[in-house]
């Protein structure tokens, strides 16, 4: 199949809300994209869909070709995943956690997570729960390439991370990227972090709708990319009507 | 190689990328026959996704300035430096133009324009 | 597969990381509790066997409590859970949950065993292990019960129930599910949950029912209830779906085991007649069963040519005659009574067709006869008895419709109404209030014989071993003649025979004599052979053996029924069968065993099985 991804007019509800409805979406094999929208918007929605783990409303959604609510387990096996706020337990030490991990993913490599946790310093041996929020972050990353996922998704990998970590995490992210064979889904509100990673945009607006557009379409002499994006948000926004907050 | 890519510039960050590599050829740094950085290590330094720096390969290529040699890199092709030259140049050329037009907007004189260039190159001139 | 097992592997581990510590800490505790009841009171901890009961089942319950009840939704939640968002979910998740639960309470049991038995050898030395070795399945039974709430608990958080809600939520839905079953008992509940005979086999197998059912529920209720983002009310409306359908099989074998014990069918074996009234033409008997000594009673009727039988109503309910022709037992009217013995209808008892109530008044009415010993004979016509003296008169008694017992006494009857005991004398025809004697021993009255002669033949002494000549116009006594030690008075027997059994205790067989206490002469009759008991006790329906001819009777020989023949003064080879029914012409129906009914010509031998045929 051509695409990694495809979403057709996905309806998401939760607690009887509305989440996400009528989103599109397609991404390429090896396909760096960034996905950006308010708080709020459904990032992490579409991604819990994405993983299976939540069951769509309506519409349709394939992952490597595949339902990810019905083949679950072949979809999660090639999924890596990091999320905003890590979940995993949070008195388990490093090497607990992958040990546990290690089991549900065939193509798990110690040798790689080995590799990975060393090239971005992470602490291995200390409960997970002590280490800062960077220092995590590294940390679920690493884990998350130890399978060689096809799909790599972060969430809002950047959040609230000191600057020296974030450098850590952007050098690890850059150092994943693997074109033609590993395609990248990243929701960020660092739009320095974007621009630099990214081949295409993910705008997403009202309801999780999604308007993707090519780096280089994006990119015009006279505006810095980030400047474009900030503009983008901001025609959400005022497009949208919502109330504002300051 | 202290540079960086700035994302919040007017200038995309391929087009810096290909800059620095033109300005590193033409200023001899990297020689004819020598092979250009690794993708992926040029990437990792600047923090940019390995595609826009195989992009910007690709834009040199083209322009004739180096060569891809089947699978083990990057190569400064013979017309590389001169290639590589005229172009800093004529991106020095324009950026020269577009600094005098602004001087010259913001009321300066030819003279002092002159003047100003003469004293940055002075230091430069072999005694 | 090898990867599902090392997933289970190491999610249970990782199970096992988020607990260790806190499994510990109830490890500790015990075993310091324990050894402060070494030190404090060193007699509790003598009591190997009871200290390891108590330690073990300590155990479980603190593992069933501090485990249980977080356990299944500890990682719940949608957004903060990694295990919820690896390849195998929410299956392996159940499955090691599962799995680690099973492997903590066997290792919690080992450790309360152990503390248990290092407490007993503290206080006692070695020789305390033999009582806990020998209470050692009594230990294992509650920790076992305990640990089998585990699933069920988990079951209910994940329902909504957080923490120590749950168990009161498990009791609360066990509770509900065992409503219907005792619902259609009622007040026999306890009777049928004692039919049971619930063995440590049986509580063993129900145990790892409710084990294994429980896992399938929380497992079921955790992959499907609470997969996506669903709410603990999604969980509940899952998981009671499975708990609805494991009732189906579940309400089957409790009803199925319900009907059996109160249906009584044949083929039920506990199945047990225990009363009979025979239609005067033999088409039919209306039997009373139950299949347990503690099921409560039901009714059927059997057609006697076809074996066929037929419940009747409901449980509880038995079936009465009004009234009983004494000399065949039978009776053309049956009665079908309720549980408080309130009348539901009345059958004709040859053809099973149902008559008005007014009929219930005709058959009290009836005129019946009652056979004295020497075979005269006393009719009952309403309230009246019409007894003809010696001297040709005839006198009318009182008869009380609605007396019950009415217990024979040879020459007269003695009848129970309302608290009121009333002595009936035929020879004397009178009646008379109940003489002192019986009131100082009430069970005196049922010695009592009222001879031809019309002395009463009763007990007397100290403690009744002795035998008196009563006469209660003057209150005197005198000694009842040719009385012997081991000596049993069992019936009347011609004018003024006294049927007797001497059994001397440890001889083989007893001796059936007949003995007149006027003048002391004792006729021994010849048995077939020797037997070791010979109770005779008083056969439903019929009072002083039925006569088959001149000088022949059929007695009650407990354990069946003979011919005695007064010509040659030999008894027959009896049937063995608890109870005569009735008679119908020169047939009786006997009960055997109280489960098979066969129709027996006692002067040819014939024998034939009625019922079930």
Known sequence: ?246 | ?127 | MYSLIRILYSATRREWIAYRRTFAAICFMLAALSALTVLLSPSTAAQAGLFTILTTSGMTILVTVTLATEMWTRDLSASSSLARRLPGGLGAMACSKLLFYGIVQAAALLWGAMVGIAAGIAVAGPESLASVAADLPLSVLPAMSIATLGPWIGAVTLWGAEGILAIPGVLFLFAVSGVPVFATLGEDAPQFIQALHFGSADTILFLMSLAISGALVASITLIRGRRFDRRAAAGACTGLSVVALLLIPTYTLAFGAVRNWEAATPDYARFQIHGAVLAPDGARIWVNTRSDKHSPWSCSVIRTSTGEIRRLGGRGEMVRSPTRDYRTATSPFVLHVDREGNPLAIFDSSSGRSLPESALKVALDQRQVLRLPDGSRVTIEGDTVRSPLKSGKTVSLPWYRDATPVVHLGFGVATFRRGRITILDFTRGRTFPLPQQFVDRPSRLFELRILRSGSWFIPTGIDDQGRALFDPDTGTLRDARGWKPFDLARGLYGKNGLLVVNERPGKHGAKVVILDPETGQRDAIRLPSSRSMFRFRNPAGFFFGVDLGPNRWLLDVGPGFAVLDLDSMSIGEPLLADALIGRVGESFFALAGRKTIYQWKPLTGELRAVFPR
């Open chain 2, 1 to 127: 190689m202290a540079f960086r890519v700035e994302v919040h510039s007017t200038t995309p960050p391929s087009k810096q990328i290909v800059d620095h590599l033109l300005s590193l050829i033409a200023g001899g740094e990297i020689r004819v026959e020598e092979r250009l950085p690794s993708i992926r290590s040029l990437a990792a330094e600047v923090l940019v996704n390995p595609n826009t720096v195989a992009k910007c390969y690709r834009e040199l290529e083209s322009r004739g300035i180096c060569r891809a040699k089947n699978g083990s890199g990057v190569y400064v092709t013979d017309a590389g430096p001169r290639l590589a030259r005229a172009a800093v140049i004529e991106t020095c050329r324009r950026e020269i133009l577009a600094s005098v037009a602004r001087a010259l907007q913001a009321g300066q004189t030819v003279d002092d324009i002159l003047q100003i260039v003469r004293n940055a190159l002075e230091p430069m001139e072999t005694p």
């Open chain 1, 1 to 246: 199949m051509r695409e990694i991804i495809t979403v057709r007019k996905l309806m998401i509800k939760r607690s009887r809300q509305v989440v996400l409805d009528g989103v599109d979406l397609d991404v390429a094999h090896g396909e760096v994209c960034v996905l950006v929208g308010r708080n709020g918007a459904g990032k992490t929605t579409l991604f819990h869909a994405l993983l299976g783990g939540l069951n769509p409303k309506r519409g349709l959604i394939r992952v490597f070709g595949k339902d990810p609510v019905r083949h679950q387990r072949y979809v999660r096996e090639q999924i890596g995943f990091v999320p905003s706020i890590p979940d995993v337990p949070s008195e388990m030490t490093f090497n607990e956690i992958a040990a546990f991990m290690e089991p549900h993913f065939p193509s798990w490599s110690a040798t790689r997570l080995d590799e990975m946790s060393a090239w971005l310093c992470v602490s291995r041996g200390v409960p997970f729960g002590t280490l800062s929020k960077g220092q995590q972050m590294k940390a679920m990353l690493a884990l998350a390439l130890a399978h060689d996922p096809k799909l790599l998704l972060l969430d809002e990998p950047f959040g609230g991370i000191d600057p020296i970590a974030r450098k850590e995490i952007l050098e690890g992210l850059i150092h994943s990227i693997q074109p033609m064979k590993r395609a990248i889904l990243i929701a960020t509100h660092d739009l320095d972090a974007a621009a630099r990673v990214a081949d295409a945009f993910l705008v997403m607006k009202g309801h999780g709708r999604i308007h993707k557009r090519m780096v280089e379409d994006i990119a015009e002499d006279t505006r810095p990319v980030t400047e474009t994006l900030l503009g983008a948000l901001k025609r959400i926004q005022t497009k949208e009507s919502t109330p504002c907050t300051l």
